[in-house]
């Protein structure tokens, strides 16, 4: 027994203490760097959110982890309501996910106070093909979705995209993403409007 | 430590080895996943290219500091968590200073834990030489990648959007070729240089 123990201590020693010095590195790296990723998320996020609500001065959160629907299931989200400067709600933003071309989508949304009409979308993360369903990035596509009715998008094919209204036209050879992007609408907003209503939010500070 | 290098070794070589004679992705065509999925542009190429050399001069410098208590079966789990302990302190780093590129790199900063480069060189290299050779061996080999990753990347942005590190350089009018975005541009690119690398060697050779 005393031999085996040996053995596996004269084997094994080196691996244990650079182990444990490796992970000691890792451990003082990311004490260090930790605070500066999450501050470097929630700039992000943020970044996003102000581009989509102009008038936007803070933004606080309204519903913390908010079950939101998706293709894969409810997840959980932060809704975030926005201010303007006399601190006056002006609307809502939220991420929301869905299953793209290529791997899945992340967007963060974006209403106005009474969640009656749309601010629009930007991506916070997709990997869609470059010169097709990258092209949801383009204004020609997601400027559709501004001043939108927030309620049920449909997608057609061919149609003027400059006309505000519930119709989205598909971007040309990217029938997928632009599927998915109407599908992450079509899924979450209602829903969120619904949660809104439910806390009071709409009402209260939205009229 | 006299008689640690009973052959002398040419530190010369051991840096400029990597740049052409052995260059990792031109002339021995190893770690070839970054050369095809990080190029797209020139920028996150380079951030590719640095991040490898950091990771290749710490790993080749803690094996080669431990590289008489190796033992022999034992030594590619050494070789693979050094690797891996650097690799997550760069992800980190670059999640913190550089959150764009870690954006764009994704998976690929992981990723270079499996790169067969920084193995190679350790057992290559490090586990059989002093540290300021293999320090010499990791940044010749990390910027022989680099520049090779710099090339391809330059090559495709060029064609696929214009501009060269996001400085426009095509003239007006010049209609992006968007297949050079794409994986089969990588590829084809990549099939085209490998030829006219080897086209050079044998040029050279004869």
């Not at chain 2, 670059?94 to 870690?102: E, H, I, Q, W, Y």
Request: proline fraction near 4%; aromatic fraction near 8%; include cysteine.
């Amino acid at each position: 027994m005393f031999n085996k123990v040996k053995y596996f201590i004269e084997q094994s020693w080196l691996l244990l203490v650079t182990s444990f010095l490796f992970g000691l590195l890792i451990a003082v790296a990311d004490a260090a760097w930790s605070a500066k990723v999450e501050q470097n998320k929630a700039e992000k996020l943020r970044g996003l959110m102000a581009s989509l609500i102009s008038d936007a001065n803070s933004f606080e959160i309204a519903i913390p982890a908010a079950q939101i629907p998706s293709d894969k299931g409810p997840v959980k989200t932060d809704i975030y309501k926005a201010f303007d400067a006399q601190g006056k709600c002006i609307g809502f933003a939220f991420i929301v996910v869905g299953t793209g071309f290529a791997d899945k989508i992340e967007l963060v949304v974006a209403v106005d106070a009474r969640c009656e009409k749309l601010f629009g979308f930007n991506v916070l993360s997709s990997n869609e093909t470059p010169g097709f369903g990258d092209k949801m990035k383009n204004a020609s596509f997601s400027s559709q979705f501004k001043g939108a009715p927030a309620g049920k998008l449909s997608l057609i094919k061919i149609g003027d995209s400059g006309k505000i209204d519930d119709e989205i036209v598909a971007i040309s050879g990217a029938t997928v993403t632009s599927t998915a992007v109407i599908n992450i609408f079509n899924r979450s907003v209602i829903s969120v409007k619904k949660q809104l209503q439910e806390k009071g939010l709409l009402t209260n500070n939205g009229g | 430590m006299a008689d640690e290098n009973p052959v002398k070794v040419n530190y010369l070589d051991a840096l400029t080895a990597g740049l052409w004679r052995e260059n990792p992705t031109f002339r021995l065509l190893i770690g070839m996943c970054p050369p095809l999925a990080v190029t797209t542009a020139v920028k996150p190429a380079l951030t590719m290219g640095l991040s490898v050399i950091f990771v290749l001069v710490c790993s080749n410098i803690a094996i080669s500091l431990m590289r008489k208590l190796l033992k022999p079966h034992l030594r590619i789990i050494m070789f693979t968590l050094s690797i891996a302990a650097f690799v997550t302190i760069c992800d980190l780093y670059l999640r913190a200073f550089a959150p764009l590129m870690s954006e764009i790199l994704g998976a690929y900063v992981p990723l270079i834990i499996v790169n067969c480069i920084i193995i190679f060189r350790a057992e290559a290299c490090a586990s059989k030489n002093n540290v300021w050779f293999s320090i010499l061996d990791g940044i010749g080999s990390g910027t022989g990648f680099t520049i090779a990753l710099c090339i391809i990347a330059g090559i495709r942005e060029i064609l696929a959007s214009g501009t060269f590190a996001g400085i426009a350089v095509m003239p007006r009018g010049f209609v992006p070729w968007a297949a050079m975005q794409m994986p089969v541009g990588a590829f084809v690119l990549l099939g085209l240089l490998l030829g006219l690398s080897s086209l050079l060697t044998a040029k050279r050779t004869n």
